[in-house]
């Protein structure tokens, strides 16, 4: 990861021209430069799992229709992705594989192909997604996919997906997330430290296919974007706002990207929860991390006004420099961005979809940006896809020892320690974390607490008093109540009266001379 050599502050943002029978869906580059899209027509919007899989060039010449017909949606997937093949070949769907004949610019026939994922981590009562995010590596070979589950919240897996008589299997399995989040502190009995965090919503092979850039959180305590390296074990955070910020997409030399985050929407960035920083911040509210997407995501795809991106970043910049914000790449505060977001091969050109808010994705649109002044580096070589993943598991019974709760006491590195607590019993659960005189430095000290309760079909709810002193100032005194995850309006703040008399959602952050309030986010 490099300085960037060009500012990437001048782009041309513009729409591809479609023909007027196309209902959009999806798009993305290919890896040869063209755009694949899928779509609907007025003789198929009606019948359902069916689908028109086109071709043409990002200035909408060349159209050209490869595949018109039903592909089945399997139970527990998570619908149809597209992930073209380094090879040009083929595109991963999620469920199959669709083989173009000669190869997908100049396709002449077609052929789908159903996927086999491995029956103890489809099968298994606790899963509800067997995938929700799939990718392909550079390689044509290796595919990591996210397992939603009902008890770990999410599982990881990577493995080789092999063409066989009639179908692709998925062989040599590995899981590569934490399997527990906490574990015995060696150098304090009777304590627990936290294990890091692995694993998320996969979203890219990169480091030419031996790194993914998945969805998770190292030192914020709110989501980001992370680099998970399958060589080692290192993990290197991407994005550092305080909202939420979740897919980054690197170009073809590794040194830009495109990041789905709220940092431009004023009043619907979630950043009071993540102002303060915290030790152990985003394991303590690992709880709302799915009302804070759907309150920051769905809401604003459904109803809310705001934006989620994409925003165009400097991947050096964004991991040194603080407050850096990068390029917003929306353009009209009525579209809202969907996946994925996507580079051409020159490095010059991103592309993403983008949804008329409230349509339910009726009407599409897909973006381009052109990078006006900057001079991409050489793309990263394209390798093999590692085996020898050293934190991988290749036992894949070991989800049926999974106990997402925990109680214990985490030491401070210099003094005091943290009373933790986490009950989870499927999508609802419970957390507090109580901070006494915790500092890990000796310069900053924490005192107080932060809780969350939380249920899928009830609603959320995060209550903080905390104090930082030292050389960094901080104060958490709020509350904010979330309704339920589901409904034509999910996630909403609730502001009406509680129990005590006092608002469901009050109070402030504060962090070195900078205050949000939760009443800002009152729609």
């Known amino acids: 990861m490099e300085k960037r050599n060009a500012s990437i502050e001048s782009v041309e943002i513009s729409s591809v021209t479609l023909p007027d029978f196309v209902r959009l869906l999806s798009g993305t580059y290919t890896y040869s430069g063209k755009v694949l899209i899928s779509y609907k027509t007025e003789n198929d919007i009606h019948t359902a799992d069916f689908y028109n899989i086109a071709v043409l060039n990002d200035d909408g010449t060349d159209f050209n229709t490869i595949f018109s017909g039903v592909i089945p949606t399997k139970a527990k997937a998570n619908g149809i992705r597209y992930m073209?093949?380094?090879?040009?070949?083929?595109?991963?769907?999620?469920?199959?594989?669709?083989?173009?004949t000669p190869d997908i610019d100049t396709c002449r026939s077609t052929k789908i192909v159903p996927v086999t994922y491995p029956s103890i981590l489809e099968e298994d009562e606790r899963t509800t997604h067997h995938w929700s995010e799939v990718i392909i590596a550079p390689d044509n070979k290796h595919i990591s996919w996210t397992i939603l589950r009902s008890d770990l919240g999410a599982a990881v897996a990577i493995g080789v997906l092999e063409r066989k008589a009639d179908c692709y299997a998925i062989e040599n399995v590995q899981l590569i997330n934490n399997m527990h989040a906490f574990e015995q502190d060696p150098n304090n009995p009777g304590f627990i430290i936290p294990c890091p965090i692995r694993g998320g919503e996969v979203k890219q092979f990169v480091r030419g296919g031996n790194a993914?850039?998945?969805?998770?959180?190292?030192?914020?305590?709110?989501?980001?974007?992370?680099?998970?390296?399958?060589?080692?074990?290192?993990?290197?955070?991407?994005t550092y706002t305080p909202g939420y910020d979740e897919t980054t997409i690197f170009?073809?030399?590794?040194?830009?990207?495109?990041?789905?985050?709220?940092?431009?929407?004023?009043?619907?960035?979630?950043?009071?929860?993540?102002?303060?920083?915290?030790?152990?911040?985003?394991?303590?509210?690992?709880?709302?991390?799915?009302?804070?997407?759907?309150?920051?995501?769905?809401?604003?795809?459904?109803?809310?006004?705001?934006?989620?991106?994409?925003?165009?970043?400097d991947i050096h910049r964004s991991m040194n420099e603080p407050g850096y914000k990068g390029v917003q790449l929306t353009s009209?505060?009525?579209?809202?961005?969907?996946?994925?977001?996507?580079?051409?091969?020159?490095?010059?050109?991103?592309?993403?979809?983008?949804?008329?808010?409230?349509?339910?994705?009726?009407?599409?649109?897909?973006?381009?940006?052109?990078?006006?002044?900057?001079?991409?580096?050489?793309?990263?070589?394209?390798?093999?896809?590692?085996?020898?993943?050293?934190?991988?598991?290749?036992?894949?019974?070991?989800?049926?020892?999974?106990?997402?709760?925990?109680?214990?006491k985490i030491a401070g590195k210099h003094s005091g320690y943290m009373n933790f607590i986490k009950n989870v019993s499927g999508y609802s659960g419970m957390s507090k974390a109580q901070y006494v005189n915790f500092s890990d430095d000796g310069v900053n000290f924490y005192n107080g607490y932060e809780k969350v309760n939380y249920s899928a079909a009830a609603g959320g709810r995060y209550e903080?008093?905390?104090?930082?002193?030292?050389?960094?100032?901080?104060?958490?005194?709020?509350?904010?109540?979330?309704?339920?995850?589901?409904?034509?309006?999910?996630?909403?703040?609730?502001?009406?009266?509680?129990?005590?008399?006092?608002?469901?959602?009050?109070?402030?952050?504060?962090?070195?001379?900078?205050?949000?309030?939760?009443?800002?986010?009152?729609?």
């Open 84 to 100: 073209p093949y380094q090879d040009n070949t083929r595109v991963l769907l999620g469920d199959y594989v669709l083989e173009c």
């Open 212 to 238: 993914i850039s998945v969805v998770g959180g190292k030192h914020n305590c709110t989501p980001d974007s992370i680099l998970q390296e399958l060589t080692s074990d290192n993990l290197t955070q991407i």
């Open 251 to 313: 170009s073809p030399d590794e040194r830009l990207g495109i990041v789905m985050s709220t940092r431009f929407s004023k009043h619907t960035d979630p950043a009071i929860f993540g102002l303060v920083p915290r030790p152990y911040g985003i394991y303590t509210g690992m709880g709302m991390a799915w009302f804070l997407y759907t309150y920051a995501v769905t809401g604003i795809r459904k109803f809310r006004d705001g934006n989620i991106g994409p925003v165009l970043i």
């Open 332 to 408: 009209d505060e009525n579209w809202v961005y969907c996946s994925p977001m996507s580079w051409h091969p020159d490095g010059k050109h991103v592309m993403w979809p983008e949804m008329m808010r409230g349509s339910d994705g009726s009407r599409m649109r897909l973006q381009t940006a052109k990078l006006l002044d900057y001079e991409p580096a050489s793309s990263v070589p394209f390798e093999t896809t590692t085996d020898h993943i050293p934190y991988g598991i290749k036992d894949l019974t070991v989800l049926d020892s999974v106990d997402p709760n925990v109680e214990g």
């Open 464 to 523: 903080s008093d905390l104090q930082l002193t030292g050389s960094n100032q901080g104060e958490m005194k709020f509350r904010a109540a979330f309704s339920a995850l589901g409904g034509p309006k999910p996630a909403m703040l609730l502001f009406d009266k509680d129990e005590d008399g006092k608002p469901k959602s009050y109070g402030y952050a504060t962090y070195n001379g900078i205050t949000l309030n939760i009443a800002d986010l009152l729609e």
